[in-house]
């Protein structure tokens, strides 16, 4: 046998071996991306779920505080304007009469 016949065929039993490595790595990525597809599939429902009910007691949060704060709030402060805004008509029209 020449060196050159050893040395091919030293080549093609590495390259085979690299063939079947890289195949075994073919596998494993695809057996991780079905993995995180099952993963997906099983957790997103129940993070739209608590996304949903985050969302209603926010909703439910910002009703609350807009009855029992905010309006009384802006109540309050449209009176005082208004009582300010009465008092400036009636001390400026007081000055201008004769």
């Not at 079905?34 to 985050?54: E, G």
């Not at 709030?73 to 009465?86: N, P, Q, Y």
């Given at each position: 046998?020449s060196p050159?016949t050893?040395?091919?065929?030293?080549?093609?039993?590495?390259?085979?071996?690299?063939s079947?490595?890289?195949?075994?790595?073919?596998i494993?990525?695809?057996?991780?991306f079905?993995s995180?597809?099952?993963?997906?599939?099983?957790?997103?429902p129940?993070?739209i779920?608590t996304?949903q009910?985050?969302?209603?007691?926010?909703?439910?949060?910002?009703?609350?505080?807009?009855?029992?704060?905010l309006?009384?709030?802006?109540?309050g402060?449209?009176?005082?304007a208004?009582v300010?805004?009465?008092?400036q008509?009636?001390?400026?029209?007081a000055?201008?009469?004769?």
């Amino acid at each position: 046998m020449s060196p050159l016949t050893v040395i091919r065929d030293v080549l093609i039993i590495i390259v085979a071996l690299e063939s079947i490595v890289a195949f075994a790595l073919l596998i494993y990525v695809g057996l991780q991306f079905w993995s995180l597809a099952n993963t997906i599939r099983h957790q997103v429902p129940p993070l739209i779920s608590t996304a949903q009910h985050t969302a209603s007691t926010v909703e439910g949060t910002v009703s609350f505080m807009s009855e029992r704060a905010l309006t009384p709030a802006i109540r309050g402060l449209s009176l005082m304007a208004a009582v300010l805004r009465f008092l400036q008509v009636l001390f400026r029209g007081a000055g201008r009469r004769p």
